[in-house]
Structure formats: structure tokens, C-alpha cells
């Protein structure tokens, strides 16, 4: 059979109170030419039932299951693998979107092969899918060389940044050489950056993505529980990264980390590992040299908490309010 041209990939865990109306909006696509796949991590509400009976309605839908919850990270790059569509468009299984948002972005990358990433606009929506606002702080990565877009993604306001155009259409040949999510800190805007140096970033200037915000996102814990996480001192010195490193790695619960650090390594990673002339890989890295200058103060406190966690241990931990459980990325 042919390959679909779009493989949409919808990464769910205990989903079972949004899945259905995603999915909903997902086939209302007046592009028709994809296959959707949902990765389940293990969910243990009615996340499978809902996911098996949309596959017996629609052949275009492939559902597959964990057999244990393997965060995150591993149920996000388990659709990349999965994919045989020439475009990629992750979806969250609590989000929405008009019915042309496919359609739209899938004719910006037809038309320009230079655009690894076609995103919409987005506007907030509420849990009974009302409109709050509309989002407006995305990047601005329609440049001509990998450096300026290099630039625009490493020093985007992340307190701003909800790392939208991930959610974009995605050529997937580009996806698989950026390498997906890594487990660190950060981790979306990481692979935004890395796909910035291998093209163009279009926005179709219309809200057609609708990203929900409601009380059940597990990465929302109260500011004092975000801060009692990590150290005794961020009261002084600031949180850090939010989500913090054992959201992306459980393995990492615990264990004295430095997330900014890590940031720096990935973005060195990522300008070694991109194909870019000699003159072009400089001046990235000149950009990160003026990045690092900048982010001193961050990095000094990765420094400064696992001195204090080395000396004292970790604080006690508070109850969160909700289960740390793994959503996809959201701000």
C-alpha cells in the first residue's frame, strides 16, 4: 500500500476525559491523506477502550499500548518510530484544532522545500473547549541561515515559550535526524533548536491549534512544591527548569543533577552534529559562547544547589497536588 502522507501521533496517558473530542477533531481533517497512531503509555483508566474502539471505526487509526509506563520521553519518539508519513504532526490527546490545520501547514512545506516545520497559530483553550487567549509569543524562525535561527530558538523567554511548534506538520526525515526528545530539561525547545539548523520555520497565521489548559496537567505543582523539589535555597536563587530533570528521567529522582548544564551540552550537541559549512557551524557556536555569557547566573546555581545537596541531601519532599504522571510537554 501507499505510505500516508501525514502520520499524526497522539502520545496518551489516563487521556480518557479529553481523548475522544482530540480524536474527533483529528478525523474532521479536511486533509485526509494520514494515518494517526496512539502510543499509550500504560494508562490504566479507560484510555485503551476509548483508543480501540476509534480503530475499529476508522482503518487509519493504529493503536498500540505499553506494557508499563515508560515516560514521557519513550512514548513521544515511539510515534516517530512508528511513522511511514512523509510529514509528522505530534498531537496531544487533550488538545484540539480546526479542521484545516493539516491541510494548511502540509501546503506551506509542499510548496518550499527549505521549511522543515509548518506550524498555526494557537489560541488557549479551557476544558469545556472555550477560547481563553490567544497564544502570542512563538519564534520567529523563517530565517535564511541556520545561525540566525540558532539564535532566535536558544533565546526565546521560556517563562513565555510554550514550545508550540512542536506541534506543528514536521518532515520526517528531518525529525529522525534531529533525534527526537532526549531525557533532560528542557527537552522540546532542545529539539526545536536542532531542527532550526536544518531549516526554515513557517507559521500559517491563522488559530488553528487549540491547546487546552486545565487543572489536570501533571506538570503544574504549585510554585512552593516546585521550589522544595529541588533545593532549600531556591528561595534566593531561583527554581530552575520547570519541569524539573526526574519528570523527563524518574531515574533521575533524587540524584543531584545540573539541568542548565545539560541545556549547554545539548546545544554544543546539537551544533556538532548538524550539517552546516565550516563558516556557518562558527558563528553558531559564537552564539552559544554569547548564550553562555548571558546564562552565567543559571549556571552558577546548578553549581551552587549540588554543592548544597552533596553537603545536606535533598530537601522532604511535599505531596504534590496532582500525580506526577507524564503528559506530553505543555507550558
Not at 528542557?186 to 531542527?195: C, G, K, Q, V, Y
Request: proline share 7%; net charge positive; hydrophobic share 40%.
Amino acid at each position: 500500500m501507499q505510505p500516508p502522507r501525514v502520520t499524526i501521533a497522539v502520545p496518551v496517558y489516563n487521556g480518557e476525559r479529553y481523548l475522544a473530542r482530540t480524536l474527533d477533531a483529528l478525523l474532521a481533517q479536511t486533509f485526509r491523506d494520514f494515518e494517526l497512531i496512539i502510543t499509550d503509555n500504560a494508562s490504566t483508566d479507560r484510555t485503551a477502550d476509548i483508543a480501540q474502539e476509534y480503530a475499529r471505526r476508522d482503518p487509519r487509526i493504529r493503536y498500540f499500548r505499553a506494557d508499563s509506563n515508560r515516560g514521557v520521553v519513550h512514548n513521544f519518539n515511539w510515534g516517530i518510530e512508528l511513522a511511514r508519513g512523509e510529514y509528522f504532526h505530534w498531537h496531544a490527546a487533550d488538545d484540539l484544532c480546526e479542521p484545516t490545520l493539516i491541510e494548511k501547514c502540509v501546503a506551506v512545506l509542499d510548496a518550499d522545500p527549505s521549511v522543515v516545520v509548518a506550524f498555526a497559530r494557537s489560541r488557549i483553550i479551557d476544558d469545556g473547549d472555550r477560547t481563553v487567549r490567544l497564544n502570542d509569543y512563538d519564534a520567529d524562525a523563517d530565517l535564511p541561515s541556520a545561525h540566525e535561527r540558532f539564535r532566535a530558538f536558544i533565546n526565546l523567554d521560556h517563562r513565555r515559550h510554550c514550545a508550540q511548534e512542536v506541534y506543528g506538520v514536521i518532515r520526517t526525515v528531518a525529525l529522525r535526524r534531529a533525534g527526537g526528545y532526549d531525557k533532560c530539561v528542557r527537552t522540546d525547545s532542545i529539539l526545536l533548536a536542532r531542527l532550526g539548523l536544518l531549516g526554515r520555520f513557517r507559521a500559517v497565521e491563522e488559530p488553528l491549534f487549540l491547546n487546552r489548559e486545565h487543572e489536570d496537567r501533571s506538570v503544574r505543582l504549585v510554585p512552593g512544591e516546585r521550589a522544595a523539589t529541588r533545593s532549600r535555597l531556591s528561595k534566593w536563587v531561583g527554581v530552575g527548569p520547570i519541569p524539573p530533570p526526574q519528570f523527563w528521567d524518574p531515574s533521575l529522582a533524587g540524584k543531584i543533577t545540573f539541568p542548565e548544564w545539560r541545556i549547554l551540552l545539548e546545544y554544543v550537541r546539537s551544533i556538532q552534529r548538524a550539517p552546516l559549512s565550516a563558516a556557518e557551524r562558527a558563528r553558531c557556536y559564537a552564539t552559544l559562547a554569547r548564550f553562555t555569557l548571558k546564562h552565567t547566573p543559571k549556571l552558577v546555581r546548578d553549581v551552587v544547589i549540588g554543592t548544597e545537596l552533596a553537603l545536606l541531601g535533598p530537601p522532604e519532599q511535599p505531596q504534590p497536588r496532582k500525580s506526577f504522571a507524564h503528559p506530553p510537554p505543555a507550558c
